[in-house]
């Protein structure tokens, strides 16, 4: 099955600078990539995603890349605010008639400090 | 509008007790999820339906029964659960794409979760 590994697991940044957090996958059939963002006490948000057919995506201070050949992608969000502090899951799935199976990473726990 | 509701937002129940969990979507997305998560931890699959039909259940135990009763609302009924089984649990649902050789599914939302307190 598919594997999703996270990095890094903590992440400290000051408010205004960029911030990366970096996701490999193992299963090369896998074609969508979304990325969650997750406050204490609610639910994981959807705030980007990418399909294998696509190398970047940006919307407004956040962009994902994708390196198929690698299995890498990644979540880029520039000039961070406090309210961006949050767990930030990757996942991976391969869109399947029965239904869209993530597979999540480890988490990231994103602090932007004042 | 990508709001999916769950009710009730906290629970207890203790290891005889019988309870249901529910969710709701009025998006017309006809697959849906349950996922378990434990703190500090990934949201982990637990079923899905594709179209009121259970399409995958992730060797969940039996004490988990889920129900989707229309395309709208998606139970998880909750029997003689045991204390390890307290943890947040999410509902999600995706919209079908119907495409020229086959269905896809889209993007996944999720809703706020119940909390659950197994005593």
């Known amino acids: 099955g598919e594997n999703v590994e996270q990095h890094p697991s903590t992440l400290s940044v000051q408010e205004g600078d960029s911030a990366v957090i970096k996701c490999t996958y193992s299963d090369s059939a896998s074609n969508y990539f979304p990325w969650y963002k997750q406050e204490l006490g609610k639910g994981p948000q959807l705030i980007i995603d990418?399909?294998?057919?696509?190398g970047e995506k940006k919307d407004q201070r956040i962009a994902v890349t994708l390196n198929k050949t690698a299995k890498h992608f990644s979540l880029h969000i520039t000039e961070t605010q406090p309210e961006d502090s949050a767990v930030y899951f990757c996942a991976a799935s391969r869109l399947t008639g029965g239904g869209n199976k993530l597979t999540f990473g480890t988490g990231t726990q994103l602090k932007v400090e004042l | 509008d990508t709001e999916v509701t769950q009710t009730p937002k906290h629970l207890v129940m203790g290891m005889t007790n019988k309870k249901s969990l529910k969710c709701e979507q009025h998006?017309?997305?006809?697959?849906m999820y349950w996922y378990k998560q434990k703190a500090k931890k990934p949201p982990e699959l637990m079923f899905v339906y594709s179209y009121e039909k259970l399409s995958i259940n992730e060797s969940v135990p039996s004490r988990f029964s889920p129900e989707c009763p229309n395309s709208s609302l998606l139970n998880l009924h909750l029997h003689a659960l045991q204390p390890e089984d307290s943890a947040l649990y999410l509902c999600?649902?995706?919209?079908?794409?119907?495409?020229?050789?086959?269905?896809?599914?889209?993007?996944?939302?999720f809703g706020p979760g119940t909390r659950l307190t197994v005593t």
């Open positions: 999600a649902s995706s919209q079908a794409r119907e495409g020229l050789a086959a269905r896809r599914w889209d993007e996944q939302y």
């Open positions: 998006m017309g997305h006809r697959a």
């Open positions: 990418i399909r294998s057919n696509v």
